[in-house]
């Protein structure tokens, strides 16, 4: 059944308090759909920068709002997220004692909310943060701006404060997690706390309740266009939150292969094994090279049409440009402008002549 999820088990009679090691496990779910997804697209975008370079250009905004309709199909449907879902949890509001509502019958508004907008948005800000302070350093180090000027001290600055507050936003996750082992908290995240939820297990009831849910929602035969168009988009959201869930033993899988292949111990053994001659130019700008894409005079820079200045090759496709212009094109577009191969500012690569 897709909205259980594929581990679903009665709580034991031990307590509905889920342990630190499914709290965490489920946190750390989603963190590992996000880079097999990046992954695909990556690769993607360079097979075909054309036609795929804009999922990888938009791949964050596209990802949050295909997050946003996860979660609030999970949230709405089981009143847990996608990953808590997984693991047999669900999110009640914090109170008194009384006796808990079922799993199908949803968050009050506020919780709700509360509890979408820390999923989706919170993950997402972080990223772009994270992001930003990625592309600050490497304009620090690659930057042509005058050591002097206010925007460059600007950002030096909070350069040197972001590892300062993203220690004490670890350090607070990390303090919870050890009150909420000690027994000295409810929550073992503060989003939890902020969103004024706490996670239980499943119970039964919930099971045979949610058991009974997608049964009524799969049998309801409706008649009017609109519910039609409802239940077909329902049908097809549950569809993909299934293939999710039953396919994240394999991504997991894939993604720990993709460390082991990408991590630096072996390095030296991929380069070994893919080792190959130097590539010929690429091959559609053989009869392209008379035209406006590139200048006649190999002196020429084929942006701003001039006799280069500190010349600069691109490792992705080894053209030529001035630097300035190399920079500010890569830096904006993150392509190649003649072949349009993805290109990032380490992939500048300072030419020096004989004279020199």
Same mark, same amino acid.
């Given at each position: 059944?897709?909205?259980?999820?594929?581990?679903?088990?009665? +709580?034991?009679?031990?307590?509905?308090?889920? =342990?630190?090691? %499914?709290?965490?496990?489920?946190?750390?779910?989603?963190?590992?759909?996000?880079?097999?997804?990046?992954?695909?697209?990556?690769?993607?975008?360079?097979?075909?920068?054309?036609?795929?370079?804009?999922?990888?250009?938009?791949?964050?905004?596209?990802?949050?709002?295909?997050?946003?309709?996860?979660?609030?199909? *999970?949230?709405?449907?089981? &009143?847990? /997220?996608?990953?808590?879902?997984?693991?047999?949890?669900?999110?009640?509001?914090?109170?008194?004692?009384?006796?808990?509502?079922?799993?199908?019958?949803?968050?009050?508004?506020?919780?709700?909310?509360?509890?979408?907008?820390?999923?989706?948005?919170?993950? *997402?800000?972080?990223?772009?943060?994270?992001?930003?302070?990625?592309?600050?350093?490497?304009?620090?180090?690659?930057?042509?701006?005058?050591?002097?000027?206010?925007?460059?001290?600007?950002?030096?600055?909070?350069?040197?404060?972001?590892? *300062?507050?993203?220690?004490?936003?670890?350090?607070?996750?990390?303090?919870?997690?050890?009150?909420?082992?000690?027994?000295?908290? %409810?929550?073992?995240?503060?989003?939890?706390?902020?969103?004024?939820?706490?996670?239980?297990?499943?119970?039964?009831?919930?099971?045979?309740?949610?058991?009974?849910?997608?049964?009524?929602?799969?049998?309801?035969?409706?008649?009017?266009?609109?519910?039609?168009?409802? =239940?077909?988009?329902?049908?097809?959201?549950?569809?993909?939150?299934? &293939?999710? &869930?039953?396919?994240?033993?394999?991504?997991?899988?894939?993604?720990?292969?993709?460390?082991?292949? *990408?991590? =630096?111990?072996?390095? %030296?053994?991929?380069? =070994?094994?893919? +080792?190959?001659?130097?590539?010929?130019?690429?091959?559609?700008?053989?009869? %392209?090279?008379?035209?406006?894409?590139?200048?006649?005079?190999?002196?020429?820079?084929?942006?701003?049409?001039?006799?280069?200045?500190?010349?600069?090759?691109?490792?992705? /496709?080894?053209?030529?440009?001035?630097?300035?212009?190399?920079?500010?094109?890569?830096?904006?577009?993150?392509?190649?402008?003649?072949?349009?191969?993805?290109?990032?500012?380490?992939?500048?690569?300072?030419?020096?002549?004989?004279?020199?």
């Amino acid at each position: 059944m897709a909205e259980v999820g594929a581990h679903l088990t009665a +709580a034991p009679a031990g307590g509905d308090r889920p =342990s630190v090691f %499914e709290a965490v496990a489920q946190d750390s779910l989603m963190a590992a759909v996000k880079p097999a997804l990046q992954h695909l697209v990556k690769v993607l975008a360079e097979s075909n920068p054309a036609r795929y370079g804009f999922l990888w250009h938009w791949f964050d905004e596209i990802y949050v709002l295909l997050d946003l309709l996860l979660q609030q199909h *999970y949230l709405a449907r089981c &009143s847990a /997220s996608f990953s808590e879902n997984f693991y047999s949890l669900k999110r009640i509001p914090m109170g008194d004692g009384r006796r808990q509502p079922l799993a199908t019958a949803g968050l009050p508004k506020r919780q709700h909310w509360k509890s979408l907008l820390l999923l989706v948005l919170v993950p *997402y800000l972080k990223g772009k943060l994270e992001k930003l302070v990625s592309s600050l350093r490497e304009e620090d180090e690659y930057s042509i701006h005058p050591p002097s000027s206010s925007w460059k001290r600007f950002y030096r600055a909070f350069l040197a404060a972001y590892p *300062y507050v993203n220690m004490t936003w670890e350090s607070w996750f990390l303090i919870q997690q050890l009150c909420y082992i000690l027994g000295k908290a %409810e929550h073992h995240s503060p989003m939890l706390k902020l969103a004024g939820v706490r996670l239980v297990r499943l119970t039964a009831e919930d099971i045979q309740a949610l058991e009974k849910k997608w049964a009524e929602t799969t049998s309801d035969q409706t008649h009017s266009f609109t519910s039609r168009v409802k =239940s077909a988009l329902r049908r097809a959201l549950g569809g993909i939150a299934f &293939s999710l &869930s039953t396919g994240l033993s394999v991504s997991v899988f894939f993604l720990q292969f993709l460390d082991w292949w *990408y991590s =630096s111990e072996n390095q %030296e053994t991929i380069k =070994s094994l893919t +080792a190959l001659p130097t590539p010929p130019p690429p091959v559609h700008l053989e009869q %392209e090279a008379s035209s406006a894409l590139l200048p006649g005079l190999r002196s020429v820079c084929p942006l701003c049409r001039k006799v280069r200045v500190n010349a600069t090759a691109l490792a992705t /496709s080894g053209f030529v440009f001035c630097y300035r212009c190399a920079y500010s094109h890569v830096k904006a577009h993150q392509r190649c402008p003649v072949t349009g191969y993805a290109t990032e500012l380490q992939h500048l690569v300072k030419l020096y002549s004989p004279e020199t």
